[in-house]
């Protein structure tokens, strides 16, 4: 059941079809989001971990603010082991999409935790024609996928299922082994219907994690080289869910529900021997939980002074039961627990947003959300750090439409949202790790955002939208999943523009052509980075990269992307794609800047008449040989000569326990891909 058509209410605002989706060439499931104008999603790890997504100046982490449903199903996990709003689409079947609806910014009533940069609801397909695919490719990868739908009653019942492995260039293969299957019945439309879906999906594999860069140009490891080769992981999920809406003369109502069950082990070596010189630094992440919620709304029709008007009332709900470990291993074996913890975390919204039509070129949309949060954290090793909190944060949101003149319409944006923070960091008072005092998290952090801009059809066949942004985030404390306790944060400001282009000149052509610009910085002073950088004097290698300053870690300054598409439904067919990931800073000093990546993709394919394709895709064409991601922090290796200072034989360190916790300071990266080619033979019956 694809989501009902609605009215757009700003410049970014957007809607694509599952066919426009899968028109492109991609590698990874999560990259069928990169149809979301100026939004770049990497991987830094093995492919069976969540991606990593870049959006208006944010690095957003595996997730952070921007939202992700499938199936009005959040992806989005609140006080997971890895990361806040840790959103892994690796269960996603890309042929199974619908359409994808796209926003942008906090100012919409409807949407609540993590949309505050933006939100990406993907719609299911409720029918198709059976079909088969095999795929074979470049580094073994390999994919079945077979999906069919019949006739039930007065329905129709889908049947999906895929199975794929996957090795990569790297010294140490992924060795992914992944299964997925979706079964879904549904009746009538998504005005006039339900459906009820089920999913289930499997994975483990090798990660070959972000390497040093002194180490590659020493000849110390390879580009394709993993410094611990049991890295890796496992997840699975299992799902349910289901949706009702019925529409009449006077409104229209809707509401779905969600049961989903999952977990998650990852064990992770990003520092190598900072903190255990005999059995490096890797440490084991474990989630799994328990979650669901229910949500219903209420569209009223109805006139205010003889215009029309639409007023939606709505409520939406969620509660994670969730179970988390932190533990120190060697070669995936448990080696010392750091934290264990118990969590039960529940949240409660309503909102309102009213419509009215003031004239056919003026229309406005007033709403307001208001969200409670409670939440319960059970610490097994430190019950210091165990306790409950609970939050209240109300969010209005406005927007006005004018137009459209001569197929030009103008927008104006403005509201308040917020994220979640982890709860473990919410009740937290002490380190796990050493008893230092430390300070909580708030619960419920505030945005505020604005936009302005315009799109227009004025070009014949040719669609674009211009959008002038601003977003600040409010001070907080950050909980860090891979060390287990938090770090200050400060406020932040980013602004923008972003350009957008989709020109169809003939049925067999189109073009596409994104470009955004960011600025983004931090707000205030630092005194703590200060400090730390003042107690690194006379240590270079420790020094460089921490002193204090403004600029954000990983926030992209420039994001852009072009490509073509040429076919119909039958005989040849082409796309080519380039993506652009400008420089970041890396540290807020500006001292480490990642190098710039350009990916060109393509494919090359012919469908026959009886419903056979065969397809050809290749990437990173030119065989760029940058970077797919890069940080910039402290680590230790063996061969740096501040290990045998920090870890002398003797075993009286001759550097200061400030230069031996942050390490040599360093340029982190995962390397892109070399060019791959993946051959696709699909059949309809």
Same mark, same amino acid.
């Given at each position: ?22 028109a ?7 990259e069928?989001?990169?149809?979301? /104008?100026?939004?770049?999603? *990497?991987?830094?790890? &093995?492919? @069976?971990? +969540?991606?990593?997504? =870049? #959006? ?17 199903m /959040?992806?989005?996990?609140? *006080?997971?082991?890895? &990361?806040? @709003?840790? +959103?892994d689409?690796? =269960? #996603? ?17 409807d ?7 933006g939100?990406?609801?993907i ?36 049947v ?15 060795n992914?082994?992944?299964l ?8 009538g ?82 520092t ?64 010392s ?8 975390e ?9 419509t ?46 004018i ?13 308040e ?13 002490e380190s ?13 952090v ?16 040719l ?10 985030s ?13 770090a200050a944060s ?11 282009n ?5 049925s067999w ?5 994104d ?13 703590d ?9 006379g240590f ?13 870690p ?30 970041r800073?890396l ?13 060109l ?5 012919y ?13 990173n064409?030119?065989?760029?040989h940058?970077n797919?991601?890069t ?11 501040l ?32 060019l ?5 033979v699909?059949?309809?019956?």
């Amino acid at each position: 059941m694809s989501a009902a058509a609605t009215p757009v209410m700003s410049s970014s605002e957007k809607k694509v079809s599952g066919a426009d989706v899968n028109a492109w060439p991609f590698s990874r499931p999560a990259e069928a989001l990169e149809v979301v /104008p100026g939004l770049i999603i *990497t991987q830094h790890s &093995g492919d @069976g971990k +969540a991606n990593q997504y =870049f #959006l208006r100046g944010f690095n957003l982490d595996h997730g952070t603010d921007l939202g992700i449903w499938v199936d009005e199903m /959040p992806v989005n996990m609140r *006080t997971h082991a890895h &990361g806040q @709003g840790y +959103a892994d689409l690796n =269960f #996603l079947m890309p042929e199974l999409i619908s359409s994808v609806n796209i926003r942008k910014g906090p100012y919409f009533a409807d949407e609540g935790d993590f949309s505050s940069v933006g939100s990406v609801h993907i719609n299911l397909l409720d029918s198709i024609k059976s079909m088969a695919s095999i795929t074979v490719g470049s580094f073994g990868y390999r994919r079945g996928f077979g999906v069919t739908s019949t006739k039930i009653g007065e329905g129709t019942l889908l049947v999906a299922g895929e199975a794929a492995a996957y090795n990569g260039p790297w010294d140490n293969p992924d060795n992914l082994r992944k299964l997925s299957g979706v079964m879904r019945y549904s009746q009538g439309t998504a005005e006039d219907g339900f459906s009820l879906t089920g999913m289930a999906y499997a994975n483990r594999w090798n990660s070959t994690d972000q390497i040093p860069s002194r180490a590659i140009a020493s000849g110390e490891i390879g580009l394709y080289g993993a410094f611990d080769p049991s890295d890796g992981g496992n997840s699975n999920r299992l799902s349910l869910s289901g949706h009702w809406a019925q529409t009449d003369d006077g409104g229209s109502s809707k509401a779905n529900f969600y049961v989903i069950k999952s977990s998650l082990n990852l064990w992770n070596n990003f520092t190598y021997f900072l903190t255990d010189p005999v059995n490096s630094d890797q440490f084991h992440q474990h989630d799994d939980r328990v979650l669901g919620g229910v949500n219903a709304s209420h569209t009223f029709k109805s006139r205010f002074a003889g215009l029309p008007m639409e007023t939606e009332i709505g409520v939406q709900s969620r509660y994670d039961d969730i179970r988390l470990d932190l533990n120190n291993s060697v070669q995936r074996q448990f080696l010392s627990p750091i934290r264990s913890d118990a969590v039960q975390e529940g949240s409660v919204g309503v909102f309102f947003q009213n419509t009215l039509h003031w004239t056919d070129w003026l229309r406005t949309n007033v709403g307001w959300r208001g969200d409670f949060y409670q939440t319960s954290v059970n610490s097994f090793f430190t019950p210091a750090n165990s306790g409950s909190a609970n939050a209240f944060i109300g969010s209005p949101k406005f927007n006005v439409v004018i137009g459209p003149f001569a197929k030009t319409a103008f927008f104006i944006n403005a509201g308040e949202g917020f994220h979640s923070n982890d709860a473990r960091g919410v009740t937290i008072t002490e380190s796990p790790t050493d008893g230092t005092a430390l300070q909580s998290s708030p619960l419920l952090v505030k945005t505020k955002g604005a936009e302005v801009g315009l799109r227009t059809k004025i070009i014949p066949k040719l669609e674009s939208s211009i959008s002038l942004f601003l977003l600040d985030s409010a001070s907080e404390i950050l909980f860090l999943g891979d060390a287990g306790d938090t770090a200050a944060s400060r406020p932040s400001r980013r602004y923008g523009i972003e350009w957008t282009n989709y020109y169809r000149p003939l049925s067999w052509l189109s073009f596409e052509a994104d470009i955004a610009a960011t600025h983004a910085r931090f707000r205030g002073d630092d005194p703590d980075k200060a400090a730390l950088y003042a107690s690194l004097a006379g240590f270079p290698a420790a020094q460089i990269g921490n002193a204090p300053g403004n600029y954000i870690p990983g926030a992209p300054n420039v994001i852009a992307s072009v490509g073509i598409t040429l076919g119909e439904k039958t005989g040849w067919f082409s796309a080519l794609r380039y993506r652009y990931f400008g420089p970041r800073p890396l540290t807020e000093d500006n001292a480490f800047v990642s190098p710039a990546t350009g990916l060109l993709n393509g494919r090359l394919g012919y469908r026959f008449d009886n419903g056979w394709r065969i397809q050809l895709d290749a990437f990173n064409l030119l065989n760029s040989h940058s970077n797919q991601i890069t940080y910039a922090y402290g680590s230790l290796l063996k061969s740096d000569s501040l290990f045998a200072m920090c870890f002398p034989s003797s075993g009286m360190p001759t550097a200061p326990a400030a230069v031996c916790q942050t390490g040599v300071m360093d340029w982190v990266l995962h390397p892109v891909e070399p060019l791959a080619i993946r051959l696709t033979v699909a059949g309809q019956f």
